[in-house]
């Protein structure tokens, strides 16, 4: 039984980059619990939303993954959109909504 909440894997084996950090500030600041631990790729069965954040890739869906399918609900959206909005802004907006 894994715990409730969004799932990102500890940055052991990826890279805890900026944009990274900046949808789970986003997600904190929805309300969106985080829960950072090791994941294993048999555990993405389990996802109802899987998404990527990067800097090329900014924050995009994965549609599937193996033999598993997903489509994007209200948390990806969210996120999306919450994101696109911020990277619009000045520099300085940024710094005061995020520091």
């Known amino acids: 039984m894994r715990p409730a909440g969004r799932h990102t ?5 990826l890279l805890d980059g900026v944009t990274r950090r900046t949808v789970m500030a986003l997600a ?3 309300q969106m619990p985080i829960v950072e631990r090791l994941t294993r790729a048999e555990g993405l069965s389990q996802a109802s939303e899987v998404l990527l954040a990067g800097t090329a890739a900014e924050v995009t869906l994965f549609a599937c993954i193996g033999a598993h399918t997903y489509k994007p609900g209200d948390i990806t959206k969210t996120l999306m959109e919450d994101y696109m909005q911020l990277v619009r802004k000045s520099q300085y907006e940024v710094m005061k909504l995020v520091g």
Not at 9 to 13: G, I, M, R, S
Request: charge should be positive; glycine fraction near 0%.
């Open 9 to 13: 894997p500890t940055p052991t084996c």
């Open 28 to 30: 904190k600041k929805q």
